[in-house]
């Protein structure tokens, strides 16, 4: 497992270098040049100044260097958009209500997503599996915004019950989290379900019954045990895509998190942050895809990792 999780880390060190790169030439190509605000009230003096301290005046390969032997070192320096203030530091206030968010409806999202897709696939009434089934098609057909505007409306215009504004408390968490993990939790459900009803028909299922076994030893012992595997599977990539997919539902709820941050470093050509930021973003996938792929193999012993 050790070649591996080695094999897995030098190809996740080339795709980043790889996406650093495509996002690197990317954002120079954008029209515009990121002092282009203040360019009316600075003089040509300063203007040369900050070009100069940003490597901006140097030719675009030499510039592509300099940002790599900076990285390497986790240097990104000084954000250009937020005048006097370090990439590092930006990232450090903001990262952690990102991630915060993000793990809350990670867990609510499993919690619910497994909780239903079992339910769905043990069920003997129709009802249920066809209201569970409606529950997951919906939340896999509208659009996580499109969620969270008609949740704001409701619970927070209407019958004034939540805020919708920061995240000064628990309750404030409450319509964020719904809207992020809306989607998560159809996904997890149709999985569990159609995987759990696969398992309930292997011939290791009909022995344990045989045996006399009662059926619920028999569900979690054999069933979940194996149906799991594929929600295992799909549970680092989705924890990864709640983190970086968080932007549009932060901006909404005006979530002081890293969202925010990204949309405006775009928006103003902060290229120091944009490159930080698409790393971290790049290297959270990376690690998340490997941790689920480890997990699995460490629950089912017959998964070969490197194979």
Same mark, same amino acid.
């Given at each position: 497992? *050790? ?18 790169? #495509? ?121 996580? $915004?499109? $969620? ?5 409306? !409701? ?6 019950? *939540? ?24 996904? !997890? ?30 569900? !979690? ?9 594929? !929600? ?6 989705? $924890? ?38 698409? #790393? ?5 996938? #990376? ?21």
């Amino acid at each position: 497992m *050790l070649k591996y999780i080695l094999k897995r880390l030098a190809i996740g060190l080339v795709t980043l270098l790889i996406l650093s790169t #495509i996002t690197f030439f990317g954002v120079r190509a954008m029209p515009g040049d990121p002092f282009e605000q203040d360019n009316k009230v600075m003089s040509p003096e300063t203007y040369q100044a900050l070009q100069e301290k940003f490597h901006l005046d140097k030719p675009l390969s030499e510039q592509y260097v300099i940002f790599l032997k900076n990285a390497i070192h986790g240097d990104f320096g000084e954000s250009i958009s937020k005048k006097g203030k370090l990439v590092s530091d930006i990232i450090a206030l903001r990262f952690p209500v990102t991630a915060k968010l993000g793990s809350i409806a990670f867990v609510v999202a499993m919690l619910i997503g497994l909780t239903l897709g079992i339910i769905s696939a043990l069920t003997k009434h129709r009802w249920v599996n066809n209201l569970i089934t409606l529950i997951a098609t919906l939340g896999v057909s509208i659009p996580g $915004f499109l $969620f969270a505007l008609l949740i704001m409306i !409701v619970f927070a215009v209407k019958l004034k019950w *939540l805020p919708i504004v920061g995240l000064q408390g628990p309750e404030y968490y409450i319509l964020p989290v719904a809207a992020l993990s809306l989607g998560p939790i159809s996904s !997890v459900t149709r999985l569990t379900r159609s995987s759990l009803r696969d398992v309930m028909h292997e011939d290791y299922i009909t022995l344990s019954r045989s045996k006399g076994n009662k059926e619920f030893r028999t569900i !979690v012992l054999h069933g979940l045990k194996n149906a799991l595997l594929p !929600v295992i599977t799909l549970a680092g990539p989705l $924890f990864a895509g709640m983190i970086t997919g968080s932007l549009v539902i932060e901006t909404l709820f005006s979530v002081p998190g890293i969202g925010a941050e990204f949309t405006n470093s775009i928006t103003n050509r902060d290229y120091t942050l944009v490159m930080a930021l698409t #790393i971290l973003f790049g290297t959270l996938v #990376i690690i998340m895809n490997l941790v689920s792929d480890v997990v699995a193999a460490i629950v089912d012993p017959r998964i070969k990792l490197g194979k």
